[in-house]
Nanobody, 123 residues
Framework: QVQLVESGGGLVQAGGSLRLSCAAS????????MGWFRQAPWKEREFVAV????????YYADSVKGRFTISRDNAKNTVSLQMISLKPEDTAVYYC????????????????WGQGTQVTVSS
């Protein structure tokens, strides 16, 4: 069992930066693929970024590539999402998720989800 708690969301102006963190409990964290997803009002949840269990592989949605960076620290059971050059269209609730399978952009493949943290980017 893995429990996830996100933090670091907030209100920022366009062009600004935020760093989201996800703290995980559970002894199996280091064996889990970790992903970030987001959901804007009236929109479906969408994939943002994923990182392999050892951090050796990452993948990003085209909309955030070059602006967002996912990383993890297995010793501290945390995964982070550094976001720069934020745009109003990045406004959403951001969720971290843990999966026991291979790295994937499909949210249905993830087994555990956090409660989400709100990111609001003003223009």
């Amino acid at each position: 069992q893995v429990q996830l708690v996100e933090s670091g969301g907030g209100l920022v102006q366009a062009g600004g930066s935020l760093r989201l963190s996800c703290a995980a409990s559970g002894r199996t964290f280091s064996r889990n693929v970790m992903g970030w997803f987001r959901q804007a009002p009236w929109k479906e949840r969408e994939f943002v970024a994923v990182i392999s269990w050892n951090g050796g592989s990452t993948y990003y949605a085209d909309s955030v590539k070059g602006r967002f960076t996912i990383s993890r620290d297995n010793a501290k059971n945390t995964v982070s999402l550094q976001m720069i050059s934020l745009k109003p269209e990045d406004t959403a609730v951001y969720y971290c998720a843990a999966g026991r399978g291979p790295a994937t952009i499909s949210g249905d493949a993830y087994n555990y989800w956090g409660q989400g943290t709100q990111v609001t980017v003003s223009s």
